[in-house]
Nanobody, 131 residues
Framework: QVQLVESGGGSVQSGGSLRLSCVVS????????MGWFRQAPGKEREGVAT???????IYADSVKGRFTISQDNAKNTLYLQMNNLTPEDTAKYYC?????????????????????????WGQGTQVTVSS
């Protein structure tokens, strides 16, 4: 049984930082791409970042230069370091595990991050940024 459990969300002021963690069980993070998505109230869920089995990363334009995705395969844990946060980053953040080993860096570059590419999801962790 695959389980993804996020933590690290909270409330910060604009310009602050948070690090999200996602502990994965029942799934080998080193073999598939992992990703972070977010959903703000009244908006669709959007892809934030992904890291593939080779360590290659893709970021949404809105977070480039501010967010860093990484993973510790020995701990089966995915991270999202978020710096210089703004109120526009307020959302529920979800980690996700890809459904197909073919979904890697070049694939995401061509087709973007889409929910249907990911088979397993965590329950989400709330991030709130105040101005």
């Amino acid at each position: 049984q695959v389980q993804l459990v996020e933590s690290g969300g909270g409330s910060v002021q604009s310009g602050g930082s948070l690090r999200l963690s996602c502990v994965v069980s029942g799934y080998t993070t080193s073999s598939y791409s992992m990703g972070w998505f977010r959903q703000a109230p009244g908006k669709e869920r959007e892809g934030v970042a992904t890291i593939d089995s080779d360590g290659a990363t893709i970021y949404a334009d809105s977070v480039k230069g501010r967010f860093t995705i990484s993973q510790d395969n020995a701990k089966n844990t995915l991270y999202l370091q978020m710096n210089n946060l703004t109120p526009e980053d307020t959302a529920k953040y979800y980690c996700a595990a890809a459904s197909n080993p073919y979904y890697k860096h070049n694939y995401f570059r061509q087709f973007g991050l889409r929910e249907w590419q990911f088979a397993y999801w965590g329950q989400g962790t709330q991030v709130t940024v105040s101005s």
